[in-house]
């Protein structure tokens, strides 16, 4: 069975450009969460999907904004970037999100 | 915010004892419990999920839920090199669905 898949791995963006992440969950699984983690703060919760119905939204300003799609893939966009959007950037997949989670790979985004 | 506390560490266990992980969580109403293991460099990996007061055991994994004093904990028995990593405790809420995560107890397992 398929993992969490994240594309792209690595990201280098300047400052005030956008970007888009992608995340292809577990077959099967309608819950995707996306998380920040940071060095000095840690994993933080972006927002979660189920059923293309964003549930729950953590407190990052309005420039981090996601979506999902009827498959269940989901994507985050950050635009306007800025050097402390640097980051790794997780996303997880459950069948619920309220059971076991599990992470794709990451992707680390650079921004200069 | 609902806070999910863990000890910094570092940790540090000789190869072959018990390493205990310990972590407290501030909403009452939490359902649900996890502990992921991360490598540096690498995503979170779930090693272990409880729901119920008590232990639950796996493989050299014990996690021990008490929900009246607000605490879960991991014991890895045997503990080896290769355990030595970040693990993270994270909470599902009771009016959420997204995981709290705690900043992550760093082990050293020394040979």
């Known amino acids: 069975k398929a993992g969490v898949t994240q594309t792209p791995r690595y990201l280098i963006k300047t400052r005030g450009q956008q970007v888009t992440l992608s995340c292809s969950p577990i077959s099967g699984h309608r819950s995707v969460s996306w998380y920040q983690q940071t060095p000095g703060q840690g994993l933080q919760f972006l927002f979660e999907y189920f059923s293309e119905t964003q549930r729950n939204k953590g407190n990052f300003p309005g420039r981090f904004s996601g979506r999902q799609f009827s498959n269940s893939r989901s994507e985050m966009n950050v635009s306007t970037l800025e050097l402390g959007d640097s980051a790794l950037y997780l996303c997880?997949?459950?069948?619920?999100?309220?059971?076991?989670?599990?992470f794709g790979q990451g992707t680390r985004l650079t921004v200069v | 915010q609902k806070e999910v506390e863990q000890n910094s560490g570092p940790l540090s266990v000789p190869e072959g004892a018990i390493a205990s992980l310990n972590c407290t969580y501030s909403?009452?109403?939490?359902?649900?419990f996890f502990w992921y293991r991360q490598y540096s460099g690498k995503s979170p990996e779930l090693i272990m999920f409880i729901y119920s007061n008590g232990d639950k055991e796996d493989g050299s994994f014990t996690a021990q839920l008490n929900k009246a004093s607000q605490y879960v904990s991991l014991l890895i028995r045997d503990s080896q090199p290769s355990d030595s990593a970040t693990y993270l405790c994270a909470v599902i809420p009771n009016s959420g669905y997204a995981l709290n995560f705690g900043k992550g107890t760093s082990l050293l397992v020394t040979p």
């Open positions: 909403d009452r109403g939490s359902q649900s």
């Open positions: 997880a997949s459950s069948l619920a999100g309220v059971t076991e989670a599990f």
